[in-house]
């Protein structure tokens, strides 16, 4: 009865969340289990820089972007966006990839080895664990040329810094290298460390512009996410997430990044599902099967005392 009623007006979900918000209530907590993407107004200005920045023409020196925020807070998905908009493709002859924007991670173990294992591995070619860093380079190189990437992006850019100092110089050149050889942007993406370690060379410091991605705060920008997630859950009665007090205490309780945010809503709208509530109130937050960073910390710190 009163599923029929809540359903009638669905005008407060976005048109693909009114499609789900009609399914059965597993389907709808396990849609509620993935991420979907909300194009805040940063992560649609660090997409549209990084577009700007791949049609950019060739430059004796590449102009690169350091995307740099709190563990947790998008970068990785702003990079996943837009690597969706330029899929690997393949080519005529079907004998290799064209590969747009190459997506590769710095291992946390670094070393030159590994690192061009990584970037085989973004490449889908065979890896050579047991080859020599020159021929490894020559082979990232020339597949990186043959697969005509066009921008390389090094995410978890901060785990250089578990390396020696010898060692991080070393990465150091090996970024300055890659650029000069390549004449392609590199973007780096990482925690503030990141941005230390790129600033601890000269050169690149001044190559790279710094895009920070800070911790949310109370502001409009807020409230407008807020509204965005109460958008696409798909949950038969409307949120009043945007609400300034609301709104505080979503920011007080998860610490301030955009992950947390998610993971407290959507653990609030399965209780909003199961309680048949229907929306996230101050009451379905309550119940949400949710610990803060800090409290997790806690816990876990308790176990191993
Ligand atoms: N644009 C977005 N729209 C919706 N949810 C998002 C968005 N960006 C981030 N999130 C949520 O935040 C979570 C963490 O995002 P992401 O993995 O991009 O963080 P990160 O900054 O790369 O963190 P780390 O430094 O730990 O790698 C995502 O799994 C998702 O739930
Ligand atoms: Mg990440």
Same mark, same amino acid.
């Given at each position: 009865m009163d599923d029929v009623v809540a359903i009638s007006d669905l005008s407060h979900l976005i048109p693909a969340a009114q499609t789900t918000a009609l399914l059965p209530d597993t !389907? $709808?907590?396990?849609?509620?289990?993935? =991420?979907?993407?909300?194009g805040y107004t940063r992560a649609q200005t660090a997409v549209a820089k990084l577009e700007e920045m791949l049609i950019g023409p060739p430059r004796l020196r590449m102009p690169n972007l350091l995307i740099v925020g709190p563990t947790n807070n998008g970068k990785s998905m702003i990079i996943e966006k837009f690597r969706r908009r330029h899929r690997p493709e393949s080519t005529p002859t079907q004998d290799h990839q064209i590969i747009p924007v190459l997506v590769m991670q710095m291992p946390s173990d670094p070393s030159l080895t590994r690192f061009y294992n990584m970037v085989l591995s973004a490449l889908n070619a065979p890896l050579r664990p047991?080859?020599?860093? @020159?021929? &490894?380079?020559?082979?990232?190189?020339? #597949?990186m040329r043959t697969t005509s990437v066009r921008m390389l992006v090094i995410d978890e850019l901060h785990n250089m810094l @578990?390396?020696?100092?010898?060692?991080? $110089? /070393?990465?150091?050149n090996l970024i300055r290298f890659l650029g000069n050889e390549l004449r392609i942007p590199i973007i780096g993406v990482g925690t503030r460390d990141a941005y230390l370690a790129i600033r601890s060379d000269d050169q &690149?410091?001044? $190559?790279?512009?710094?895009?920070? &991605?800070?911790?949310? /705060? *109370? =502001?409009? /920008? #807020?409230?407008?996410?807020?509204?965005?997630?109460a958008a696409v859950y798909p949950l038969r009665r409307p949120s009043e997430l945007h609400q300034p007090e609301m709104a505080r205490y979503?920011? *007080?309780?998860? *610490?301030?990044?955009?992950?947390?945010?998610? $993971?407290l809503l959507?653990?609030?709208?399965?209780?909003?599902?199961?309680?048949?509530?229907?929306?996230?109130?101050?009451?379905?937050?309550? &119940?949400?099967?949710? =610990?803060?960073?800090?409290?997790?910390?806690? @816990?876990? !710190?308790?176990?191993?005392?």
């Open positions: !389907e $709808r907590m396990a849609h509620l289990r993935a =991420d979907h993407w909300i047991r080859a020599r860093v @020159a021929e &490894l380079e020559a082979l990232v190189l020339h #597949l @578990a390396g020696s100092t010898a060692m991080q $110089r /070393e990465f150091l &690149l410091e001044n $190559r790279f512009e710094p895009f920070s &991605l800070p911790l949310w /705060e *109370e =502001d409009e /920008e #807020l409230l407008a996410l807020l509204a965005s997630f979503i920011l *007080e309780r998860t *610490e301030g990044t955009i992950g947390e945010m998610a $993971r959507s653990h609030a709208a399965v209780a909003a599902i199961e309680s048949g509530t229907e929306a996230i109130t101050n009451r379905t937050l309550t &119940l949400a099967k949710y =610990d803060s960073p800090t409290e997790r910390r806690r @816990a876990f !710190e308790r176990r191993i005392s």
